[in-house]
């Protein structure tokens, strides 16, 4: 089988797909990206067996119809040298041989059976579930959540993101025991209350095609796989298997104090006076009086402290709490308003942390920060 494609395309169609591919497989065969042609489409297949990504891409011209599996870091790696231009591609599917011919010069390299790649999982019909949400849903809860996803291998329900569908919005959950997030969204309407929890490798994969999609995303999934069918790609992947946290029992009810601030101004004096905590505790400790916020560490090994003061509102009884300085960044870094708000009990309960003022009327974002003990 031959086929025309242009360099650049094909290129940049080969980086999003090998992104799935790992350096150790269980099979020699994901090593390889699978090429199938047939009625003029090129339709290129990467996988590490738990995810896999499909792309297609429509050919200059096409003789004949068949698959084979080229090595991944090969074929990227002659890509990457080429000026964008028109590759002919000459592939005798049964001696597995492949020549490539462009402009100036031509490689030839040997490929493995197509039928040697594993089946791609599919949805259960009987079992099917389907939605079609706007690419900036998508994108914003994974973005908003990701980051607070564990890495507890004793723990793995916990390592991905909870995505359900309730009360006609979409919620997407993450935690890592330590920080909790929580982003819902309004305008997907739905009858039915289902959910299903996310790994952590897909939903950075997700992230990464969402902002050059500009239609509903099609999201099907059963009680063991989700696929992701985007314009030209498809994602599907393997759920991670298990009942999520209740975490609403972990969100605090009743918070009387209630402290609003500069949300860069407060991640500056952090990152500053966080050089002088403890670098096995990152402890930082929070202290509220009147409309003054004081941020201080110290490391009594090695005899060093800092604080600042920032201006700030608050409204509620003087208190010190603390926080591990990172997790606390992490969460600021991850919200987009000037101001947030944190919301609190007492130092001893988690604190909740919203963005103030925002744009979207049907975004809410929730972040609890578990506090830590501090030594007076």
């Known amino acids: 089988m031959n086929f025309v494609v242009s360099s650049a395309n094909l290129l940049g169609q080969l980086q999003l797909v090998s992104k799935v591919v790992v350096s150790k497989n269980a099979l020699p065969i994901l090593d390889n990206l699978l090429f199938d042609i047939k009625d003029g489409i090129l339709t290129v297949t990467g996988s590490d067996l738990e995810t896999t990504i499909q792309t297609k891409i429509e050919l200059t011209s096409c003789e004949g119809e068949g698959s084979i599996a080229i090595d991944t870091k090969k074929i990227l790696e002659i890509l990457k040298e080429l000026p964008d231009q028109p590759l002919t591609f000459q592939i005798n599917v049964e001696e597995q041989k492949i020549d490539i011919t462009s402009s100036n010069g031509q490689f030839s390299m040997t490929g493995q059976l197509g039928d040697d790649f594993p089946v791609i999982p599919s949805i259960k019909s009987e079992k099917e579930k389907k939605f079609d949400i706007m690419p ?42 330590h920080k909790l997030v929580k982003y819902s969204r309004k305008e997907l309407k739905t009858d039915e209350e289902v959910s299903f ?5 897909p939903a950075n994969l997700i992230k990464g095609i969402l902002p050059k999609v500009f239609s509903d995303v099609e999201l099907t999934f059963d009680d063991k796989n989700a696929l992701f069918t985007f314009e030209n790609t498809k994602l599907i992947c ?6 999520y946290p209740n975490y609403a029992t972990v969100i605090p009810k009743d918070n009387p104090n209630k402290l609003i601030v500069d949300r860069l101004e407060l991640f500056s004096s952090l990152k500053r006076v966080s050089i002088f905590a403890s670098q096995s505790s990152s402890l930082v400790g929070l202290e509220f009086t009147g409309n003054t916020l004081e941020i201080s560490a110290k490391d009594t090994d090695y005899s060093v402290a800092g604080n600042e003061t920032i201006n700030c509102q608050y409204f509620g009884d003087n208190m010190k709490i603390g926080f591990k300085s990172n997790f606390l960044m992490e969460i600021l870094s991850n919200i987009s308003t000037q101001e947030v708000i944190f919301e609190l009990s007492d130092p001893t309960r988690a604190g909740i942390i919203l963005p103030k003022d925002n744009e979207n009327e049907n975004e809410d974002v929730l972040m609890i920060l578990m506090p830590m003990m501090l030594n007076n």
Not at 137 to 143: F, P, R
Not at 197 to 201: E, Q, R, V
């Open 136 to 177: 900036d849903i998508l994108y914003g809860g994974i973005s908003s959540t990701i980051f607070a996803t564990g890495d507890d291998e004793l723990r793995p329900i916990m390592n991905g993101i909870l995505i359900e569908f309730k009360n006609d919005k979409v919620s997407f959950v993450a935690t890592d025991a």
């Open 238 to 243: 393997r759920l991670i298997e298990g009942t």
């Open 197 to 201: 929890i996310l790994p952590k490798k």
